[in-house]
């Protein structure tokens, strides 16, 4: 995999179009309004420094907005993670093409989604997506117009979570706290969860260093055979 440095540099001007929020979730048919049960900042910009309490939910330089909603999901069923570059953008305006990296998803049990700031343990990656065959994960929600399809493993127990959806942009990854990583934590109460499983859990911020292969990478110029590291802890599986 070789782009050229010209390409390298003019991505990283690029910048119109370039951040992007998680603005809506979709759950049971719904697809619920703009910021109703998400913490949304006003500013789109990204979390670049991985020990911040900020990883967690996002936060200052982008400041988020409390919720007192919380949204029903199934357990076993897919929600709609839907990405945005503002709180005002269309399906057409996600983020800029440019930006390629990762999306993943975590969920934390939590006592009350309303008010848990969900820093420190109890996360557990549920979604992850790379590099296949030549296209990025960030490729195919920006093509599939923001939706990041999340599959909700149906062996949790049921209860109150915050669920993570993560977008990583890696065009500036080439020097350590390059990366641009973009999250918001949506507010959900699970049902029709079996509870057989207990995933291990991890804390945020932790998941990361900075110096991990898939946040520390210049993916201008990669020799082929390329395989990207995806970054964070195993995903969980039900049994």
């Not at 357990?75 to 953008?89: K, P, Q, Y």
């Not at 700031?117 to 296949?132: H, T």
């Not at 932790?206 to 110029?221: E, F, Q, R, S, V």
Request: hydrophobic letters at 35%; one cysteine or more; aromatic letters at 8%.
């Amino acid at each position: 995999m070789q782009i050229s440095r010209t390409l390298a540099v003019l991505a990283s001007l690029s910048t119109g179009s370039a951040h992007t929020i998680f603005v809506q979730l979709g759950s049971g048919g719904t697809t619920y309004g703009v910021s109703y049960a998400i913490r949304t900042p006003s500013y789109d910009g990204p979390q670049t420094d991985v020990t911040s309490r900020n990883l967690a939910c996002n936060g200052p330089p982008n400041p988020t907005t409390p919720s007192d909603k919380i949204i029903q999901v199934t357990a076993g069923t897919n929600v709609s993670a839907i990405w945005r570059h503002t709180l005002e953008s269309g399906p057409n305006d996600v983020m800029d093409p440019g930006h390629k990296g990762p999306i993943l998803a975590y969920l934390k049990k939590v006592t009350d989604a309303k008010t848990d700031p969900g820093v420190g343990d109890g996360w557990f990656k549920i979604q992850e997506g790379g590099y296949s065959n030549g296209v990025w994960a960030t490729d195919t929600v920006i093509n599939n117009r923001g939706i990041q399809t999340i599959p909700i493993p149906e062996c949790i127990a049921n209860g109150q979570y915050l669920l993570r959806a993560e977008m990583i942009a890696l065009h500036g990854a080439r020097s350590v706290n390059g990366a641009q990583l973009y999250m918001e934590c949506a507010q959900i109460n699970i049902t029709g969860g079996t509870g057989a499983a207990s995933p291990k859990t991890y804390s945020i911020p932790g998941i990361y260093k900075a110096t991990d292969p898939g946040l520390l990478i210049d993916i201008y110029n990669t020799k082929a055979p390329f395989h990207y590291v995806i970054p964070g802890p195993p995903m969980f599986t039900c049994p």
